[in-house]
């Protein structure tokens, strides 16, 4: 019997994925390192399936019908680079090796040069949708080699999420593209996560609400225009009680731990200087959490301001304002994050697939939700959009929602309750809509101290500030006139 799919990697998103692909007739051959697991696994999980064991590297490449789909869910980094080693001498040129596991993106980008050497086919796929999405319909994200597409699709599209009846899984682009999208995806994670819990903490610090109240203020948004798994979830955490019927979240250790997608992302936001701001302050509102010991010595000394008993005046339109300070943000977050995607595709020289992206992440994943069904809308409707934010629908949505999230903000900043996300969103939107900025002062200011030269208004051009040229000023009467030809503006 041979197989249609090879899968390498036992631990349980691999047995998932193979359990799914198996359910939607393929027949998938597997194998782990540990001999012992796979034996396991086709004694129990898989059995009576369409699903067969390999004894060792050469087995399982010879039980693959070709062109061979190698499937790699290994732990991230070296692993993958020994495990590709060890194939390659035993596969043809067309074969097709594909890494879904959470690997960093330039080595994505690497392993496809160096594949493309050996003629062999690869692409690099984000999955997500946790264990459950792996068993029953994962968010799948596939880039690398195109010719390798066709011969993938069909297993990918049928395994995937489904939106409306449409497969959560498209072609994302060339290289490294795939896990680069995967890498955005746990960025804006980051970022929903971080807005669902200053919310919350507005409620509770501001409102004085308890856990139940908040619970069902989130299942009321659920149902609205912030309907998404994440708040579904957060619904759920609010009313779960420990044994004591205490609400089991209020014992948890306020120290947020990551496993580094969220910092990868705001690395390269910085290093393609794109301002993805709020996925940058989420990382840092779990850094800032986990200096635990300083947060409490800092609690004794640094006095803030008293939350009086009537901070709230209308608990209603207090929940409703905070309602559009969420959806304004979220709003603005994705707008950042297809911001980077976008100079990423200009940097990288990749053609990135817009609408598909946005309908990758519509379902199966964690940052499923409503909201992403408008957002492959408007890039289907324009697949080149300049920024989300010029799409008439979420224009409206922010012009709507902008009373409520100014204050929201005003009320949190005047009683002292940290809204890092929510803050540096509207700033970044007020930042945005500005024709002008004070980087006219900081332009002044780096050729004072540096000659590093600015550039005029044309329409305050004259012969001493000729327009479109580099002018150095001095500025001081002595120093001299020669500008910095190292940091040119
Ligand atoms: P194991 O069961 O033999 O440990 C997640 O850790 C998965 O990655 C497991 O299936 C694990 O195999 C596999 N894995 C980790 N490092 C590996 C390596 N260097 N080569 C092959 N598989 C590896």
Redesign the pocket.
């Known amino acids: 019997m041979s197989a249609d799919f090879g899968l390498?990697?036992?631990?349980v998103m691999?047995q998932n994925l193979i359990l799914n692909a198996a359910d939607h007739g393929f027949t998938v051959c597997a194998y782990?390192?540990?001999q012992s697991?796979v034996d396991h696994f086709l004694a129990n999980e898989a059995k009576g399936k369409s699903i067969i064991g390999a004894t060792s590297i050469e087995d399982f490449i010879s039980k693959l019908k070709r062109p061979r789909k190698v499937m790699l869910?290994?732990?991230a980094g070296?692993?993958v680079d020994?495990?590709i080693n060890k194939i390659v001498p035993l596969l043809e040129k067309g074969d097709i090796i594909i890494d879904g596991g959470n690997s960093h993106f330039p080595d994505s980008n690497r392993r496809y040069e160096e594949l493309k050497k050996h003629g062999i086919l690869f692409v690099g796929s984000g999955v997500s949708g946790g264990e459950e999405g792996a068993r029953y319909g994962p968010s799948l994200m596939p880039g690398g080699s195109e010719e390798a597409w066709p011969h993938i699709k069909n297993i990918f599209q049928s395994i995937s999420a489904k939106s409306d009846g449409e497969p959560c899984c498209e072609w994302v682009g060339p290289a490294g593209a795939g896990h680069y999208v995967k890498m955005v995806h746990n960025g804006i994670e980051y970022g929903d996560m971080q807005l669902i819990c200053e919310a919350y903490d507005i409620m509770k610090r501001l409102g004085g609400f308890t856990d139940k109240e908040i619970s069902e203020v989130f299942a009321k948004w659920n149902k609205g225009v912030l309907d998404s798994f994440l708040v579904e979830i957060t619904r759920d955490i609010l009313k779960f009680d420990d044994v004591d019927g205490k609400p089991l979240v209020e014992k948890i250790m306020d120290t947020a731990g990551q496993k580094g997608t969220g910092k990868w992302t705001a690395i390269n936001a910085l290093d393609l200087g794109m301002p993805v701001t709020l996925i940058g302050e989420a990382v840092f509102a779990r850094c800032l959490s986990a200096l635990k010991n300083e947060r409490i010595r800092a609690s004794k000394v640094l006095p803030g301001p008293e939350v009086p008993k009537d901070a709230v005046k209308d608990r209603q339109q207090f929940v409703d304002d905070l309602e559009q300070a969420l959806y304004a943000s979220k709003i603005i977050s994705y707008a950042q994050g297809f911001m980077l995607i976008r100079e990423a595709a200009a940097t990288y020289g990749w053609k990135l697939n817009n609408p598909a992206i946005a309908l990758m992440w519509r379902g199966g994943c964690i940052i499923r939700s409503v909201f992403l069904a408008q957002i492959t809308k408007a890039y289907r409707q324009e697949p080149d959009l300049e920024n989300l934010l010029f799409n008439k629908f979420f224009a409206d949505a922010v012009t709507k929602a902008q009373s409520g999230w100014r204050k929201s903000i005003a009320l949190a900043t005047t009683y002292g309750i940290p809204t890092p996300a929510f803050s540096t969103a509207l700033s970044f939107y007020d930042g945005y809509r500005s024709e002008r900025l004070p980087a006219n002062l900081l332009q002044a200011q780096r050729d004072y101290f540096g000659a590093h030269t600015f550039r005029v208004l044309p329409e305050c051009a004259s012969d001493n500030l000729p327009v479109d040229k580099d002018i150095h000023i001095n500025w001081t009467g002595h120093g001299g006139n020669v500008s910095s030809s190292t940091y040119q503006a």
């Open positions: 390498i990697g036992l631990a691999g782990n390192r540990t697991k869910l290994v732990k070296a692993p020994a495990l």
